[in-house]
């Protein structure tokens, strides 16, 4: 025989009513879960508002609905057995040094849990293959298995005298620099990003320099172009073609002869460097700071 569903128990719910207050009365609610039971005295709750059950007297909604909310049925055994494997489960994983997913919560079954533990929560649910409140069984087991699983290569590793040799070296590094202190660690990261940051200043303070040194030169404000545009008025063709107030002589590649170089400092396109110097006019290299070194196609 099926044992009686949930709706089934709520219609043969009685209601008394005593100075003013409502008692529920529902044969074998005893034998259900914590969350059944809260479940038939809400269906009980609605068949009364409905109407669907009489009463000895006349019933406040409200007053009976806030007394419902108040009662708290008994947990069962089950229930209490439940919490006391999860909470050994928990604390076995702390010893064993496995982080649990979740905090210990006192409810069960779980109800209500934070937002950031809902997905492993859900995924501990999948993975142990039904909906009990087993999470820390399973992660406990599934730990069991990865730690057999690494014993057992470990073990395999200790007849290799080189891993030893090597983990001992590395030991004995983290002993000689203090690594395993964590006030140490939190110390030596302090102080590279102390480095970092003077370096990042000592940049800062190269950029400048070179920022002042380019507005200092009057040369670098202009483009070859504009200035010609603008002294032409004034000096006519001949000083057009004298662009920059710096010239210098240099040592041609191999075949070439001795000739002349104009020494620019900001950069022009091949039409404008033949326009100004002739369409031989050839961009010999970059200069340190970033100027160009042009050979003008009609030096002798």
Known sequence: MDPPSLHELAEE????SYDGRTIISIPNVEKLSGLDQLKV??????????????MSSAVD????????????????????SNKGWMAEAYRELERDGCPPCHPLYDTFPLQDPAEKYRPIIDWWRFYGGDLEETFFCEQRRDWKNF?????????????????NRYVAKIRECRQ????????????????????QNQLQLHQNLLDWIEQQRRAMDPQSRLLPGEKRKRDSDNNGHDNEM????????????PGQQHAKVLLLTRRITRAQRCQLYGKD???????????LLVQDGRAS
């Open 41 to 54: 005295f809400k269906i009980a709750e609605e068949q009364l508002l409905s109407g669907g059950q009489r």
């Open 61 to 80: 909604s409200q007053e009976l609905r806030s007394r419902l909310d108040l009662l708290t049925p008994e947990p069962s055994g089950e229930e209490e």
């Open 147 to 163: 730690r057999s699983w690494q014993s057992q290569r470990r073990a395999l590793n200790a007849t290799d005298e080189r891993f």
């Open 13 to 16: 719910a009685t209601f008394e």
């Open 242 to 253: 004298q662009m920059c107030s710096k010239r210098r002589e240099c040592t041609a590649g």
């Open 281 to 291: 006019a050839q961009l010999v290299q970059l200069g340190r700071h970033g100027e």
């Open 176 to 195: 000689k620099y203090s690594l395993d202190k964590p006030s140490e660690r939190v110390a030596y990261a302090a102080a590279v990003e102390c480095k």
